[in-house]
């Protein structure tokens, strides 16, 4: 089992909107107020409805709900009724008894399904249809993303803080001595802020060549740990695109949601007339809301506003319909405001996206609100030039896209701000990016900061120096027995650019010591550049090599010689022998997205215990090889995450292709053997609508000879968990190839199947199917250095092996029925069986 950070984006964290309206507070000061709190739930499915208005009615007192459909409001004004609103519902209103609390309210909201100007005739017969028409048809023509060159000014806010925390944890030892870091939101609910970040960049585009340059002219990031250390770089935010809903799907949080402006968009929305406005120079504007057309669809319901010159989008607001089928996410919300440049050209004026996220995927008490993290980001353009003559200039001539940052860019002070912002901060605003320093320094925070900078690089913090990997801490397998491991590097605290890393193992069963040292430098340049020196010696499974890395991008170690992949073992993990790796490499890369890594290396492979070296029955001690590599790496718009020396990469909509050469000389019996390898991988994630494929694709070839343990030995599964690029039914050592291709898909539904079937859409199941094959073959020749195991057979026919099963269950993980359609197995793998994957996505 490899050890993999998830990363699902540091940005996979999102925001909640709740807005406290309290205007004319009258009457007597010292009169009994009336207050009421309670719930408004979907009376269908009993949904919450976040973003209801509720209002005492004949006053201008009132609020929002929530993302969990929760309210709360007072008024000293004498109110006898409650009146509820909101945007595909109707309208309700509730008596109360005046100067009385009441609470536990729980109201239940009623779909409108028959809106006054909603036409259901012929698609060019009505209003809204005709309208929206006109809109798709012209869509390529308002689009901001079509011109082939344009540049901006963009001020971009993002905001964290945890919410609804509860009196226990404020109480508690960790923030007894520190109450004052909680603030009041405005529906007098305590919350903790995390982060606060504001950025000012100028933005250049250029479609033919693709040019893409963004200069950060100030950038201020205030953090608890790792949300203020770590920046996504590559393809950053400051490149992204705003939210566009002239697309078919927007996609956040690697969610796809349907745009209300999407070309089929009858079949997710009804659309409702609403308003119209007559404008000063004779056109109109008008206002058309949206709803789902049905349950369980990753579609907004909210408003749009079009004028009748170019039926251009001016304005959309549109709130998430449900999250029932979205894990974590719980509520979401979308704004979008459009500008004319030179009064003609239609462009991006100011988005915004909140959204609330709850890690809790069971509740024991649904009526309590769960603490969450609300996440905002608003971004304001101006200073538009579109169609420029001039091309984009970028440092590097073949580049296509970069980011530079002024060196003056993160010290920038509050006068520059000032003067600067394209928006003023809020009081709020201002109060949370004071509050977070005080925050990072709590002792209970520094640990959890810790324990969560030690899943992502395997290391724990302290101080200048930092303990682990603590996945080799305890280890179990057959030759070692009990394996325990103590190791460290230096931390940036004795240097950002030097680094020392080391370590000592010893197992029980064979009573050896073994171990890990190395150093690097990096490079204090614009792009990646470093240098590393190592030694490993180690005890690793057969057909472990850095090239599984190419696929599982993110592992912290190739190894799955680790106690997890022992807990869930369904055969003996005995394919192991002792490696010793001598490595210098020098990584650069050119610019975001291309990267070369060129390698020199001495491996020596000691005689496996249960798998001997043997030529023609003699028992050979080792071998050992010397190696020169390089390995191309090639990604677009690419968002990484870099921590001294390791990489993170974090998100692509687009292939990442590997292509590695390599040769040398092996050693064995007192003789000597030049080869040579060419081996590559294809990997992407590709969204098609609203269901994704994940597809990968790897083959090689080797030349000249090599001991089988050189050669490509396809990845089994020997546990009961499922790997997305594993072969799930094979046994190590069933196969061994000098030329080898691989393939492996998946095909996530993403419950939309299920999300139409009455018993199962309010689960959230979701269905996925999944494919593997396989195609090798191998030279007698590599037998002339150490004979094959008996285990290994020939593969006279492709190995195919099909998938089909259920994701999400419990929000967590995933069971796949998985058959082995072709060959049968030799070593008596199963042709059949059940795999578990815990996981967790949105």
Known sequence: MYNTIKSSDISAFYRFHLIWILILIAGKSFSQPTQVSGRVIDQENEQPVPYVSVVFKNTQIGVLTDSLGQFSLS?????????????????QTIGIEPRITTSELIVKLKHDLVKLSEIQV???DGPVRRILKEMVDRKELNNPDKYDRYSYRKYTKWEYHLQHVGEKLIQSKAFRNNQSVFKSGNDSTKYLPIYFSEQLVYNEIQRNPLKQKSTVLADKTTGVGILDNYEISGYTSALDMEVNFYDNFINLFSQNFVSPLADNGWFYYRYFLADSTKLSNGHKQYRIDFIPRRHGDKVFKGYLITETCRYSLVEVDGALATSSNLNFLKSMRLKGNYQLVNDSIPFYRRNQIDATFDYVPLKSNPKKKPISLFFTQSAVIDSVSVNQTNDVKLSISNGRYETLKLPDAPNRNDKYWNNHRLEELSNHEVQISTTIDSVSNIEAIKFANNLTHMTMTGYYDLGKFEFGPYTNIINTNKVEGLHLFAGGRTSDEISTRFMVWGGLGYGFRNKKINGIAGLGYKFPSIHRQLVKLSFDDKIVRAGENEKILFLYENALSPTENNLVSQLFKRDELDELFREQKLVTSYEYEWYPGLLNKLSANFTRHFSPEFYPYLKNGNPVDQVSAVEISLDTRFSWQEK??????????MATDYPIIHFAIGGGKSFHSGQENYYGKVFGTIEQYLRLGQ????????GGIYLGKLPYTMLDIPRGNET????????NMLNFMEYVHDKYFHTYVEYHLNGFVFNRMP????????????AKTMIGSLSNKHQDIVDFPITIQRMNNPYIELGAGVENIFRLFRIEAVWRVSPKSMQGAPSFGLRAKFEIKL
Do not use: C, M, Q, W
Not at 691 to 698: G, H, K, V
């Open 75 to 91: 008024s000293k004004e004498v109110a006898d009724s409650i009146s509820f609103s909101t945007v595909g519902y109707l309208s």
């Open 122 to 124: 012929l698609p060019d």
């Open 640 to 649: 990484v995450i870099d921590d001294k020396f390791l990489r993170i990469y």
């Open 691 to 698: 269901t994704a494929i994940n597809y990968a694709l790897e």
């Open 720 to 727: 009961f968990g499922y790997y997305s690029y594993d072969f």
């Open 759 to 770: 018993l199962l859409k309010r689960i959230g199941l979701r269905e996925v199917f999944s």
